[in-house]
């Protein structure tokens, strides 16, 4: 069988791999202190996420929310604008679009921004998180929809309005937990 | 097998036409377009919107540059089939001569609404508009619905008469009048202007202007942007087919023109159609009889 010293080096050398093999796959078997740091970590990555995040909203939105507070909204919107881009397709400037509008009574545009800000980043939906905007979403759901809705009656052919009560109606699912 | 051969032809008949453009037939149907600051610009902004108007409807379409100033006349006279123009001239158009409502144009924030704002600079003194009297103004065309009547509506409403109480107002002159006023506040040739704000919001967006060069004293209410509308004489199907093209357009609609393929609505600065309801207009009403302007002047 082991005719010459070729056959006999591979023979050796598929029994070594088949041996490491065996010892790696005995090795990687379930190990409860593993699983407990890799939760750990997994824990500590997403609170690094979060931290890096809110530092991140802190630094480019803090002049944003200033206007928006001291009721400057036109110019708050104008502030978004020029963010706009440096930071294209960035969802909080779909979020403090969604929350000014819905200042100055403009639900329809409200609801879409807010729906587009959801749609990139579900933490403004979610409780647990610090990014958490539910409280902003659920006043636009209550006092918008029931308007739009309104208005899609009294024209019901009207497809952008047909689309503000899809967004409307995707918040709504959102805030009750629903999934994308 | 005479039958097969005979329905086999006819059907690789309509599959080899129903590749080739459609033919146009019957009159050309005349579409007025308002200038908003050249006929060259006009035309190379609404040409691909013609153009895709005439393959979908099937008729020759003639594209009409027009001046703000003349678009009445030229309506009532029966120079267009439809028109496109500001919300004032769509109420103006609507109550002189009957035109019906197409679709409401949408752009920027507001969609298919848009405001007026009252700007100053943002290291100016003046800190409301009661601090506007014995001031320097310039406002938008006079009729600029969120370039002038917003505005001036915004002042009177606030107990401030621009003629008697201001210094002097000026109307800018020749093309791109909405930027002229907002650049003439930002160089302090005047202290106040009446800028859309549309017209804010893409100058920031396009960085000719920052954010915080400016601080906005006042804003209107929202009031509908540029509307397309029919002549009462135009057959209602033809304006249904009109409107469903509009209101079918999207941002990856397409049309050729002289071996170019252009997106329609990007060539026309339009972010798309919303259908709104003659009442949504009645601001612009309300507006126009407090700033005694047309159709509503009386002297």
Known sequence: MLRDRFDQIMMASLVVVLLFTVVVLVGAGPDE?????????????RER?????????????????????????PEALLKLEELHRTLPGEAHIDLLSGDILLRMGQFDRALTKLAAAVRRNADYVDTASPLSQRPLIESAVSEGLPLVRDRLRSQPDSRSMAMVVKDGYYLQSRLAGGCE | MKYLILILTFFLTGVVLSGCDQPLEGPPIRIGYMNCNSVEETMERFRPLTVYLEQQLGRPCEAIPVDTQDLESRFAAGEFDFVHGNSLLYVILKENHDLQLVATEKRGQFGSRTAGAIIVRRDSPIQSLKDLKGKRMIFGPQLAPSGFLAQYDLMLQAGFDPDRELDYYALPRGTFKHEKVIYAVYFGDYDAAAAPALDLEIMTREG????????VLAQSETIPYCTFGASKNVDSKLTEKFRKVLLDLTPETTVEIDGQRLKVLDAAWIDGFETLLDKDYDLIRVMAKRVNMPPYQEF
């Open chain 1, 33 to 45: 202190s593993n699983h407990v740091n890799s939760a750990i970590s997994r824990h500590l990555e």
């Open chain 2, 208 to 215: 000719k202007i920052s954010a915080d060069d400016f601080r």
């Open chain 1, 49 to 73: 996420i979060y931290q890096a995040r809110v530092a991140f909203i802190d630094r480019h939105f803090s002049p944003v929310i200033a206007l928006r507070d001291s009721g400057a909204l």
